[in-house]
């Protein structure tokens, strides 16, 4: 009987938990926000974080500037479309579909490092170098400013250019420009 007067007294003083509507809501209410906000974070913007391969580089009104997951840097500048078609350990393959890109292309001997630019094709192994791409009068432009450049068309190697170089598409009038003396 003593235990029992003992428990009467300890369920007495001891109050029920119960969790309040409002409460459970709150709490509910701020799991959801705070799982908004993480995949928000994850889903960045390419100008504040780093690119994966099937990523769009496509620049508004504003140039747009991306790093790479290998570290290399692309400035497109504004309205210039492409892609990151590939980034791997062995190749990294940027699409330019319209406008004008820089890359810093990140020094690694084993990766290719390719920029498709309608059919023109520029290889890297470690430089600093621009394409651009008129698709309203067909021409594509390279101009190196660090380092060596391969230019492809298909299987064939239409220049190597050094840095203060340049080459214009199309074949027919292909140039490479000699820089000016300093």
């Known amino acids: 009987e003593l235990d029992e007067s003992w428990q009467?007294?300890?369920s007495a003083l001891r109050p029920e938990r119960r969790f309040s509507k409002p409460l459970v809501f709150a709490g509910v209410g701020v799991a959801v926000i705070a799982i908004v906000i993480g995949v928000t974070s994850l889903r960045r913007a390419p100008s504040?974080?780093?690119?994966?391969?099937g990523a769009m580089l496509a620049a508004g009104t504003a140039p747009l500037q991306t790093t790479?997951?290998?570290?290399?840097?692309?400035r497109a500048d504004a309205a210039s479309k492409g892609a990151l078609e590939v980034a791997?350990?062995?190749?990294?393959?940027?699409?330019?579909?319209e406008?004008?890109?820089?890359?810093?292309v990140a020094r690694n001997p084993a990766r290719r490092f390719v920029v498709k630019a309608g059919r023109v094709e520029v290889r890297v192994i470690g430089t600093a170098f621009t394409v651009r791409r008129s698709t309203t009068v067909a021409s594509v432009q390279v101009t190196v400013d660090r380092g060596v450049v391969e230019v492809w068309?298909?299987?064939?190697?239409?220049a190597v250019l050094n840095a203060g170089q340049t080459w214009s598409e199309p074949v027919e009038t292909a140039v490479v420009v000699e820089p000016e003396p300093v």
């Open 153 to 158: 068309m298909g299987d064939i190697q239409r």
């Open 68 to 74: 790479l997951r290998e570290g290399s840097t692309v």
């Open 48 to 53: 504040e974080g780093v690119l994966e391969a």
């Open 88 to 97: 791997n350990a062995s190749e990294v393959r940027v699409r330019l579909d």
């Open 99 to 104: 406008g004008s890109m820089h890359f810093d």
């Open 8 to 10: 009467r007294l300890d």
